[in-house]
T-cell receptor, first 112, second 111 residues
Framework: RKEVEQDPGPFNVPEGATVAFNCTYS??????FFWYRQDCRKEPKLLMS???SGNEDGRFTAQLNRASQYISLLIRDSKLSDSATYLC?????????????FGKGTKLSVKP | DGGITQSPKYLFRKEGQNVTLSCEQN?????MYWYRQDPGQGLRLIYY???????QKGDIAEGYSVSREKKESFPLTVTSAQKNPTAFYLC??????????FGSGTRLTVV
């Protein structure tokens, strides 16, 4: 079983749509969880950390279910500029130290 | 501005040649990392360093070497032993308080 698994997509949605991405991880001892965004041929950039209580940043909401080892990202009111690949990332260490384990990413394409 | 600088942006290597990718950071981060990304794939860890003069192998270290003589610098050498080096290489650094920062990457192609 891969350490971090994501549906590769692509998810093709119209502007204004709500879209949800899911991710599962295999190591129950994982400590930290993140969503990164990667534009074509660019470096990944941190979108948001994911906390056990769930957290929201504007149109983006992240949820973590430790029991099911499952992470989600919800994007509301999709914009054309949201088109990118979204990487689910897990660390087996707390905080921001230690190695990151990346999923292969889910590609989102938002159409006019 | 603080950040990570990777150079060159594009690099072409002949068969059997060693090449070195540069990674410099002025963020005063202790930890630095090298990842490799192939098309349609996630990032895979090559080497990492938590402190100067110390580094550890990641998941795919074979055919690569690194050094960490200065806190600011973590160069990666792709040796001739790496049989499939064509990929996008990303350097990152991290700090407990401010998280991970990635460089803009180097695209290496074997010609």
């Amino acid at each position: 079983r891969k350490e971090v698994e994501q549906d590769p997509g692509p998810f093709n949605v119209p502007e204004g749509a709500t879209v949800a991405f899911n991710c599962t991880y295999s190591n129950s001892a994982s400590q930290s969880f993140f969503w990164y965004r990667q534009d074509c041929r660019k470096e990944p950039k941190l979108l948001m950390s994911v906390y056990s209580s769930g957290n929201e940043d504007g149109r983006f909401t992240a949820q973590l279910n430790r029991a099911s080892q499952y992470i989600s990202l919800l994007i509301r009111d999709s914009k054309l500029s949201d088109s990118a690949t979204y990487l689910c990332v897990v660390s087996n260490y707390g905080g921001s130290q230690g190695n990151l384990i990346f999923g292969k990413g889910t590609k989102l394409s938002v159409k006019p | 501005d603080g950040g990570i600088t990777q150079s060159p942006k594009y690099l072409f290597r002949k068969e059997g040649q060693n090449v070195t990718l540069s990674c410099e950071q002025n963020l005063n981060h202790d930890a630095m990392y090298w990842y490799r990304q192939d098309p349609g794939q996630g990032l895979r860890l090559i080497y990492y360093s938590q402190i100067v003069n110390d580094f550890q192998k990641g998941d795919i270290a074979e055919g690569y070497s690194v050094s960490r003589e200065k806190k600011e610098s973590f160069p990666l050498t792709v040796t001739s032993a790496q049989k499939n080096p064509t990929a996008f290489y990303l350097c990152a650094s991290s700090d407990r308080d401010y998280g991970y920062t990635f460089g803009s990457g180097t695209r290496l192609t074997v010609v």
